[in-house]
């Protein structure tokens, strides 16, 4: 939610768990994949869906949208719409879903209710229900949960208002069904949103924002009890940011912590990188190095197993289109706008110019061509070195306009090149943010050609 997460750090109530506070470290195996939950929102609003949408990815950093990036479970009571969801292996095996009951931006809405769900394996989600937190005149936000092995109980955490004080609040529950009363779990003496949860061995951290300066910090404690966590990093940000994720490499000692930023433009995921999460050693990571889902609002990230990944994948489904990122320009992407072919920074609307089927070349099966989702008549072409979107009139010339052949990437052979089928010594490249076909001489002209395929 804009402006308005809530951080946790260690007990949640029994009524339920969303999306305010991202466990990764739980009890139950998922060693080898992740999922990733989230709502949707452009900047345009084009594609606001306030329900359940699944992502998974095998390096915690690219990820594939399930189900076409359409909801897979959306709340039938309360406002019939959420945001925040939260993802948690339970202690006896299934998952939890828990996240704020509200739909749209109506941040002003008091509702003393998070949703909740479970589910076996993602694939299905039963026994839908509301838990009541408290009882207080404020909103519930950001449902996160965890694990406490000292009180043999569930924590829920979630951001409340009390006395004019925005802080994360914490309720005990041991099945998501019955909770027990909100108390207060982190207050570090000013506003705070979104608190997410990570139950270390021996350290336990607690990611939250803070509205004193935008920052997203990371407080620390040797238990999980209330109001034990002390801030111990100096805060990262960029731009409006909120809803902060720690996440685990599964293979090595390295951690992420991705931040959903909400300003300058709305639904752009941040990340930064660390060696050890115990020290003050977040570096940022470029767009080069990950890619968040399509319009992904406050994600969750779990672990799962390389089964489970597989059977989501069998359930629901890759896309059937792309995206393509720039090399150079990672943050951009090749899309259409008033038939133009080129390049533009992520987030935009309509989101769908950014949509590609690759099919077998219209004049050459060996070759791709860039079939538009939105205007599916139409096809890049280039005509008089210039690309451009354009319907197909049948013709020979327009199918050998339209067809490329991939190629390893001109300057990263891990990424993708594309040369023209009739101009051989020619690849598609962007010059001023434009797309054009041209020979490729400099370092500067390879970079400007290579591409990443994608979601």
Partial sequence: MLQRRTFLAGGLSAVALTGASRLTAQAAPGDSAYVMGYFTESPSKLADRYALHLAVSTDGLT????????????????????????????????????????????????????????????????????????????????????????????GIVYSANSGGRDGIWVNYTTDFVNVGSPQLFFDPGFNVLDATVHVGGGTNFLYYKSFADGRLYGARSGTLNPRSFTTYTSGVVNGGIEAPIVVKANDRNEWWLWG???????????????????????????????????????????????????????????????????????????????????????????????????????????????RSVNFPDRYLRHAGYVVGLAADDGSATFAADATFHRVAGLANSAWTSFRSHNFPDRHLRHADYVLRIDPIGTAADRADATFQIGY
């Fill in 260 to 370: 959903d930023s909400f300003s300058p433009v709305n639904g752009e995921l941040y990340a930064w990188r660390s060696g050890d999460v115990n020290s003050n050693g977040w570096t940022p990571l470029t767009k080069a190095q990950y890619t968040q889902p399509l319009n992904a609002k406050h994600p969750t990230i779990c672990p799962i197993t390389a089964t489970e990944h597989a059977n989501l994948l069998s359930r629901w489904g890759t896309p059937a289109w792309n995206r393509i990122k720039s090399y150079n320009f990672p943050d951009h992407l090749i899309r259409h706008a008033d038939n133009a072919a080129r390049i533009d920074p992520y987030p935009f609307d309509p989101y769908q110019d950014s949509q590609w089927r690759l099919v077998p070349g219209l004049a050459s099966s060996s070759g791709v061509s860039f």
């Fill in 63 to 154: 990820w594939t949208p399930l189900n076409q990036n359409n909801p897979v479970a959306t709340p039938t009571a309360g406002t019939g719409g959420l945001r925040d969801p939260f993802i948690m292996r339970k202690q006896g095996g299934g998952f939890v879903v828990l996240a704020t009951d509200l739909t749209g931006t109506d941040f002003t809405r008091q509702n003393q209710y998070i949703h909740a769900w479970d589910s076996a394996d993602l694939r299905s989600f039963t026994g839908y229900r509301r838990l009541k937190m408290h009882s207080m005149p404020t909103h519930t936000w950001a449902p996160e949960a965890f694990w406490d092995a000292a009180r043999g109980q569930y």
